[in-house]
């Protein structure tokens, strides 16, 4: 059945495939990208047939997200928390742990998803079952620890906490969280050796966000369904 789908972060990689594929099957999409302006991939959608909206939003700022939740009068289906920064991959030493990559990965990756379903969760709780995918990834499970990647892996066992703590919040008022690692996918972030392409990702994604619902919230798995240890 056709549902309204928010997207952050969707001018680019697998933002941009989820966006792709939820218009080509018929969804209404709202994506967001910083700069709408620039986003070309996103804004040739919406010269095709069907319902996309391209609206400009920073996860960091919970102004701009209260803005378009205050104007977006639809209800929402799913939010797909999707939006992320990977700066700093080295071991200890690497001198690219700076203040500013802390500050800046942990508010969009973290903070970004928490302003994100703050703002959306009027929109979703007007829906008959509203849905949160956030997109983290298995580099932030404790279980997988490698020594390194140090800000990216600490953002993204925050990203799968946070999606456990909304899910057991907002249960009881009907919605379901899922936490979701997309795969080792080709993008600017992935990288051209990454073994999953983003259109493949994005499939197998929306697959699993169709099937969350309240008897499966909290769960944390990959884009092909298989759970991801935390
Ligand atoms: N690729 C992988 O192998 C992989 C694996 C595991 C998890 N993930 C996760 O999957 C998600 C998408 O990754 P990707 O590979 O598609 O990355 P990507 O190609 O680098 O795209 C990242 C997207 O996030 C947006 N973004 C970054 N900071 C933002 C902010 N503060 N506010 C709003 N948007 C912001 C970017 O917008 P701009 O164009 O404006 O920068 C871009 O649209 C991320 O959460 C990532 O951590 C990816």
């Excluded at 391209?54 to 999707?82: F, H, W």
Aim: glycine letters at 10%; a neutral charge.
């Amino acid at each position: 059945m056709a549902q309204t789908i928010l997207i952050t972060g969707a001018n680019r990689g697998i933002g941009l495939a989820l966006a792709r594929q939820a218009h080509a099957r018929g969804d209404s999409v709202i994506a967001t990208a910083r700069r709408p302006g620039e986003a070309e991939a996103l804004n040739a959608l919406t010269r095709r047939s069907g319902d996309i909206t391209v609206v400009g939003a920073d996860v960091t700022s919970p102004e701009q997200l209260a803005g378009i939740a205050a104007a977006e009068k639809r209800p929402i289906d799913l939010v797909v928390c999707n939006a992320g920064q990977y700066h700093a991959r080295g071991a200890l030493d690497d001198p690219a742990y700076t203040a500013e990559a802390w500050s800046g990965t942990l508010m969009t990756n973290v903070a970004g998803v928490f302003f994100t379903v703050r703002a959306f969760l009027p929109n979703l709780l007007a829906a008959s079952a509203g849905r949160v995918a956030v997109i983290s990834s298995i580099m932030g499970s404790s279980a997988r620890a490698k020594g390194n990647a140090y800000i990216y892996r600490a953002s993204k066992a925050a990203a799968t906490n946070l999606a456990c703590n909304l899910a057991a919040e907002l249960a009881p008022q009907g919605i379901a969280v899922g936490a979701y690692h997309p795969g080792w996918v080709r993008t600017d972030m992935g990288g051209a050796a990454a073994d999953v392409a983003a259109e493949d990702s994005a499939k197998g994604l929306l697959a699993r966000f169709d099937a969350l619902g309240l008897q499966s919230t909290g769960t944390v798995e990959d884009f092909e369904g298989n759970p991801i240890p935390f």
